[in-house]
């Protein structure tokens, strides 16, 4: 198992930035196909953004395309999700989690992961 941890949430105006982190420990962060999920208030969990296990590859939700970069780093055994130009819509808890898929582009869904962090807040106010 892997546990993870996140943080780098919090409230931000319209139009401005922040930047996610998740603390993997336990196995080996490396192992595993990581994304970012989030849940808006009233509303079913969506995806974000995925990336392969080298870093070599993302995938985006539209929502996210142009806006969010999903990077991670193995020799920390961090991941993290910059997010530009944020809009109220994505209000939401946010969420790292660790997945076994193979193709990264398949791993959209929760589903695929396995392993979840608590979540971390993050409010845009317009």
């Known amino acids: 198992q892997v546990q993870l941890v996140e943080s780098g949430g919090g409230l931000v105006q319209a139009g401005g930035s922040l930047r996610l982190s998740c603390a993997a420990s336990?196995?080996?962060?490396?192992?595993?196909?990581m994304g970012w999920f989030r849940q808006p208030p009233g509303k079913e969990r969506e995806f974000v953004a995925a990336?392969?296990?080298?870093?070599?590859?993302?995938y985006y939700a539209d929502s996210a395309k142009g806006r969010f970069t999903i990077s991670r780093d193995n020799a920390k055994n961090t991941l993290y999700l910059q997010m530009n130009s944020l809009k109220p819509d994505d209000t939401a808890v946010y969420y790292c989690?660790?997945?076994?898929?193979?193709?990264?582009?398949?791993?959209?869904?929760?589903?695929?992961?396995?392993?979840w962090g608590q979540g971390t807040q993050v409010t845009v106010s317009s």
């Open positions: 989690a660790a997945s076994s898929a193979v193709l990264v582009r398949t791993a959209t869904t929760p589903r695929e992961y396995h392993n």
């Open positions: 336990g196995r080996t962060f490396s192992n595993y196909a």
């Open positions: 990336i392969s296990r080298s870093g070599g590859r993302t």
